[in-house]
């Protein structure tokens, strides 16, 4: 268990970026999130791992984007947060109703981060879609709910994000992980 690895999940367009970003300027170094750069990558190449073309090859590729950031902050000293972690792989899938393959589950359970993980719920005011950010309400809302159920599943202790401003929601983050 790496203590000093803080992640952030929740419901997709909930401001976990754009706090993640006021974080960065505040000197707490953080890993980005797989997702959204595998599928700007995918679209560039014209691939299929896309969450709307195929959604256990998007699932393997973020797996292996996790696994490398894993291994990448672990060998940091300093407190850094996660934008997402493996255990979302895991997540992802069960929301999808996917398969969940033994490797994927073995991951989650060797690759473990902080006890604490900062949840972000859905929130309707911040809500919105982009080029990579498809899922609607419903989704977004379902996807909070899977993963708060998965972390907690794995043994973690949630932490949500209070509905609050950027300034707010990363004093609140820095108290936790700096004390």
């Excluded at 797996?63 to 934008?83: F, G, H, K």
């Excluded at 969940?100 to 473990?112: E, F, G, L, T």
């Excluded at 719920?121 to 989704?139: H, S, V």
Aim: aromatic share 10%; net charge negative; proline share 4%.
């Amino acid at each position: 268990m790496c203590q000093h690895m803080f992640v952030i999940t929740g419901a997709p367009g909930s401001g976990k970026s754009s706090l993640l970003e006021a974080l960065a300027k505040q000197g707490i170094r953080y890993m980005p999130e797989a997702g959204r750069a595998i599928i700007q990558d995918q679209v560039v190449i014209k691939g299929s791992a896309l969450p709307w073309a195929d959604r256990s090859l998007f699932a393997e590729l973020m797996l292996n984007w996790e696994l490398r950031s894993y291994r990448e902050a672990r060998d940091m000293a300093e407190p850094i947060l996660m934008d997402r972690g493996v255990v979302d792989v895991l997540g992802y899938l069960t929301l999808c109703n996917l398969p969940i393959p033994d490797h994927v589950k073995r991951a989650a359970d060797q690759y473990r981060y902080n006890q604490q993980v900062f949840i972000a719920p859905y929130w309707a005011e911040i809500f919105g879609q982009d080029a990579e950010r498809k899922q609607d309400r419903a989704e977004a809302e379902a996807t909070y709910q899977v993963m708060a159920r998965t972390y907690a599943e794995l043994g973690y202790e949630l932490i949500q994000l209070p509905l609050a401003s950027i300034e707010e929601r990363a004093a609140f983050v820095r108290k936790h992980i700096l004390g």
